[in-house]
């Protein structure tokens, strides 16, 4: 990504942060304990990181993951980014408000692949998180999961949740 391109881009990590307009407060007794994984049904990583620098849009995640394995932090983990919409996990409804939002680069059609890059990046992703949050595999879910109404959204179509967790267990 051309960082000439923004001065809201830096190095953090090892992942280039650009900080998008999207997101708020978390309530100040939220307790993150999970992530949801999304696809991000554009072509590619640039494509999302401009949909998610626009406030007009109102969607961001915390991560956006691209084929090639790049990862762009997009909103702090401290923050609540707008990921989630209308949701409800273990009876527990806006999941935003303790869940950390990561987007693969992925047209979401069921055909689309996840190349092992974008596997072993999500798996990194979550392994840093899981250094200063509880999050069990259990809590590792999918949009399909957790939006409302059931059957509202779909993705990430196609995502094997199997070699996640065995990656997750190296």
Same mark, same amino acid.
């Given at each position: 990504?051309?960082?000439?391109?923004?001065d809201?881009? !830096?190095?953090?990590?090892? !992942?280039e942060?650009?900080?998008?307009?999207? !997101?708020?407060?978390?309530p100040?007794d939220?307790?993150?304990?999970? @992530?949801?994984?999304h696809?991000?049904?554009?072509?590619?990583?640039?494509d999302?990181v401009?949909?998610f620098l626009?406030p007009?849009?109102?969607?961001?995640?915390?991560?956006?993951?691209?084929?090639?394995?790049?990862?762009?932090?997009?909103?702090?983990l401290t923050?609540?980014?707008?990921?989630?919409?209308?949701?409800?996990?273990?009876?527990?409804?806006?999941?935003?408000? $303790?869940?950390?939002g990561?987007?693969?680069?992925?047209?979401?059609d069921?055909?689309?692949? $996840?190349?092992? %890059?974008q $596997?072993?990046?999500?798996?990194?992703?979550?392994?840093?998180?899981?250094k200063? $949050?509880? @999050?069990?595999?259990?809590?590792?879910?999918?949009h399909?999961?957790?939006a409302?109404?059931?059957?509202?959204?779909?993705?990430?179509?196609? !995502?094997?949740f199997?070699?996640? %967790?065995?990656?997750?267990?190296?």
């Open positions: 990504m051309d960082s000439s391109k923004s809201r881009r !830096f190095s953090w990590a090892g !992942f942060v650009v900080n998008s307009p999207n !997101f708020n407060d978390r100040d939220s307790i993150i304990d999970c @992530i949801v994984l696809s991000t049904v554009q072509r590619t990583l640039q999302t401009t949909l626009d007009a849009s109102k969607v961001s995640s915390h991560f956006v993951v691209g084929k090639d394995g790049t990862v762009v932090q997009m909103v702090s923050k609540r980014a707008w990921h989630a919409g209308v949701s409800c996990l273990d009876g527990v409804d806006s999941v935003n408000d $303790y869940s950390i990561i987007e693969m680069t992925n047209m979401n069921g055909v689309d692949p $996840y190349p092992d %890059k $596997y072993l990046a999500v798996a990194e992703i979550i392994r840093r998180c899981r200063s $949050y509880d @999050i069990p595999d259990r809590r590792i879910v999918s399909a999961k957790i409302l109404p059931q059957g509202r959204k779909n993705d990430p179509l196609g !995502f094997d199997d070699k996640l %967790k065995k990656l997750l267990a190296k």
